[in-house]
């Protein structure tokens, strides 16, 4: 019965290096990681006068959230588009991060609306390294949504 529990668990997990992001629509370059963001609210808390044992917590502003794509350098469209806003030019794109199964096959799809890119950081290079030239792009992010397919 081991087998069995371990396989079920293997149907319902899937491997975070399957996936693909594409920008407005455009597949782009292979990641070697992406970082999805992290979705948190901000907290108002707000004492009532008399009532001692507990604090009422309301659901306030999203807080900022952002998006980091690392993969090789090279000529590409999402080096273009950071270079563009360097130079004072921002445009607002939409990400979609899919994760995909051991098939193939689309799992859950993040949507992010409106980001744009606000911090790269260039590849650390040693001379007696064998690794790639990894470069990383920080993109803020606006509407974040989730769905499975």
């Known amino acids: 019965m081991v087998v069995a529990e371990d396989q079920k668990i293997r149907d319902i997990a899937n491997a975070a290096f399957?996936?693909?992001v594409s920008i407005d629509?455009?597949?782009?370059a292979a990641f070697t990681?992406?970082?999805l963001?992290?979705?948190e609210w901000e907290i108002e808390r707000l004492k009532e006068g008399g009532t001692n044992n507990y604090v009422h917590q309301l659901v306030g502003q999203r807080?900022?959230?952002s998006v980091t794509l690392k993969n090789g350098v090279g000529k590409s469209e999402l080096m273009d588009w950071y270079l563009e806003s360097m130079e004072g030019t921002i445009t607002r794109k939409t990400i979609t991060i899919t994760l995909l199964n051991s098939e193939k096959k689309a799992v859950m799809v993040w949507n992010i609306n409106s980001a744009f890119p606000t911090k790269w950081t260039g590849p650390q290079m040693q001379s007696d390294s064998k690794t790639l030239a990894i470069q990383s792009l920080?993109?803020?992010c606006g509407e974040?949504?989730?769905s499975y397919e």
């Open 18 to 20: 399957r996936f693909v």
């Open 25 to 28: 629509g455009q597949g782009q």
């Open 33 to 35: 990681e992406c970082t």
């Open 37 to 39: 963001p992290v979705v």
């Open 63 to 65: 807080k900022p959230a």
């Open 138 to 140: 920080e993109l803020a």
């Open 144 to 146: 974040v949504t989730a």
